[in-house]
T-cell receptor, first 113, second 115 residues
């Protein structure tokens, strides 16, 4: 079946530190992969996505590469800011099944000044 | 931002009462979804719709029903609310097809407290 596993948080970093949030997946087909971000009291916002193996998604300094050989889609950012404090969700889509998504449990990031 | 609204945004109700949450979209997307978000569980799919009057169950559908009489509206009903249904509920929409259009877009959420 389909599932997503991401590292548990919270992750606490100082401003300008390097960020990695690990995400691995299990899928029956060839899913697209996504990272969403959720700020307090808000819904999920798409951060970046990749639709096939070796694609790199990027946005706002965040990057993630679709690695089929390791079934991973790790989120990275070279220098985090206080404003990046949020909860990050990794997800995969099952496009052949009404585009249902499968989400990881979320990783809370706290960035301290 | 995708045009998705949810109402109400906050609700407090008592055990045993029926509750209906509404999701409204202005994007004319085919697929709509209801999720619940609870600490440690991420988002779990309750029900989804793949067209007007076409709905199906997700992984946590017990105690919930849905209806979609128009493309733009997807209603979630708790027939008899229980304290275990205290949660934050999110609606999402997406287009059908493959590639870039697979993205799901989320509404702002409804916080429901069942006393």
């Amino acid at each position: 079946g389909n599932s997503v596993t991401q590292m548990e948080g919270p992750v606490t970093l100082s401003e300008e530190a390097f960020l990695t949030i690990n995400c691995t997946y299990t899928a029956t087909g060839y899913p697209s992969l996504f990272w969403y971000v959720q700020y307090p009291g808000e819904g999920l916002q798409l951060l970046l996505k990749a639709t096939k193996a070796d694609d790199k998604g990027s946005n706002k300094g965040f990057e993630a590469t679709y690695r089929k050989e390791t079934t991973s889609f790790h989120l990275e950012k070279g220098s985090v800011q206080v404003s990046d404090s949020a909860v990050y969700f990794c997800a995969l889509s099952d496009q052949g099944n009404f585009n249902k998504f499968y989400f990881g449990s979320g990783t809370k990031l706290n960035v301290k000044p | 931002d995708a045009g998705i609204t949810q109402s109400p945004r906050h609700k407090v109700t008592e055990t045993g009462t029926p509750v209906t949450l509404r999701c409204h979209q202005t994007e004319n997307h085919r697929y709509m979804y209801w999720y619940r978000q609870d600490p440690g569980h991420g988002l779990r799919l309750i029900h989804y719709s793949y067209g007007v009057k076409d709905t199906d169950k997700g992984e946590v559908s017990d105690g919930y029903s849905v209806s979609r009489s128009k493309t733009e509206d997807f209603l979630l009903t708790l027939e008899s609310a229980t304290s275990s249904q205290t949660s934050v509920y999110f609606c999402a929409i997406s287009e059908s097809g493959s590639g870039d259009i697979q993205t799901q877009y989320f509404g702002p959420g409804t916080r429901l407290l069942v006393l």
